[in-house]
T-cell receptor, first 111, second 110 residues
Framework: DSGVTQTPKHLITATGQRVTLRCSPR?????VYWYQQSLDQGLQFLIQ???????AKGNILERFSAQQFPDLHSELNLSSLELGDSALYFC??????????FGEGSRLTVL | EDQVTQSPEALRLQEGESSSLNCSYT??????LFWYRQDPGKGPEFLFT???AGEEKEKERLKATLTKKESFLHITAPKPEDSATYLC???????????FGGGTRVLVKP
């Protein structure tokens, strides 16, 4: 158990819908990262937050947004969903400059 | 642009057959490298951090080494439970955008 909690574990929804994925980092970790992993691609970095502020941005679509709250949990919002958004979404947390600890992921299926 | 390449993409080994995985990279401001293991449908699990060329780290049957341009993960006398995808990620000096390689899928058959 990495200490990083992601909910929901599985989510099935329809095209055009909006979903929110939630992540609780390890106790004491200020950084939260979001990654997308689809079948034909590796781990793709989406975005990173540090203590509530956006720190780095990857290839995150405009339809996706994220935020980190004062209690350090983070949410990834995915809107206007398309079939190609079906993937595993991972959250990870870290101490400053340290290794990342990943959650078990949220599997999103868009039908 | 940063590039991370892992080879081979897939590796089938017999139990006890040692082998090596490669991670090569072109990254500005390299500060070190992470190795992770990922089981199907699970989140990546941290294995090693390497910071200096020539550094080596070991854990059970795994040994990671680092040079200036690449890193190797050696699997000695693997067991079926070593079957997983192994991922590397160079650590940059500036910024925190951690880019992972595509991974090497290792299957160890009994």
């Amino acid at each position: 158990d990495s200490g990083v909690t992601q909910t929901p574990k599985h989510l099935i929804t329809a095209t055009g819908q909006r979903v929110t994925l939630r992540c609780s980092p390890r106790s004491g970790d200020l950084s939260v990262y979001w990654y997308q992993q689809s079948l034909d691609q590796g781990l793709q970095f989406l975005i990173q937050y540090y203590n509530g502020e956006e720190r780095a941005k990857g290839n995150i679509l405009e339809r996706f947004s994220a935020q980190q709250f004062p209690d350090l949990h983070s949410e990834l919002n995915l809107s206007s969903l398309e079939l190609g958004d079906s993937a595993l979404y991972f959250c990870a947390s870290s101490r400053n400059t340290g290794e990342l600890f990943f959650g078990e992921g949220s599997r999103l299926t868009v039908l | 642009e940063d590039q991370v390449t892992q080879s081979p993409e897939a590796l089938r080994l017999q139990e006890g057959e040692s082998s090596s995985l490669n991670c090569s990279y072109t990254v500005s401001g390299l500060r070190g490298l992470f190795w992770y293991r990922q089981d199907p449908g699970k989140g990546p699990e941290f294995l090693f951090t390497l910071y200096s060329a020539g550094e080596e780290k070991e854990k059970e049957r795994l040994k990671a080494t680092l040079t200036k341009k690449e890193s190797f993960l050696h699997i000695t006398a693997p067991k079926p439970e070593d079957s997983a995808t192994y991922l590397c990620a160079p650590i940059k000096a500036a910024g925190n955008k951690l880019t992972f390689g595509g991974g090497t899928r290792v299957l160890v058959k009994p």
